[in-house]
């Protein structure tokens, strides 16, 4: 997921929905439309914003997610991807918390994941994991 409604792209820099449309609207960040008509923010986009910001977590039930062992969930944007032959370093963004997880290359790369992506790092005793969420119909 790397396109973002106008309400979840505010759920997840911790603003409202129309504070989402007038910073589309003085450029602070770009809004589209989308296939559909609706208003969208590119996840690249609210990378910037979130660099410049220390939003709350995104709310869980916009972002609702398959089931998992994992208790702690951290919804958010990954920032930066590190990769060597063998390794990947992923940085995500999720409110005021930044998670690092260590994983293989291969991962990153069935996972698809990207810059401005939305993921759900978990965490379970000293494994940090990365999750993709359920695509909404």
Known sequence: ?????????????????????????????TVMRGENGR???AGADLVAVLAETSPPVALADEFPL?????????????????????????????????????????????????VGMLVVATAKATNVGIELPVARP
């Open 66 to 114: 398959a089931g998992s062992s994992s208790r702690n969930r951290f919804v958010g944007l990954v920032t930066a991807i590190t990769t060597d032959t063998v390794m990947a370093q992923v940085d995500v963004q999720a409110g005021p918390f930044r998670a690092v997880s260590l994983l293989s290359r291969e991962a990153v790369d069935d996972l698809g994941l990207e």
């Open 1 to 29: 997921m790397n396109e973002f409604t106008v309400r979840q792209a505010a759920a997840l820099l911790g603003i409202s929905d129309d504070t989402v449309r007038r910073w589309g609207e003085t450029g602070r960040i």
């Open 39 to 41: 208003q969208t923010v």
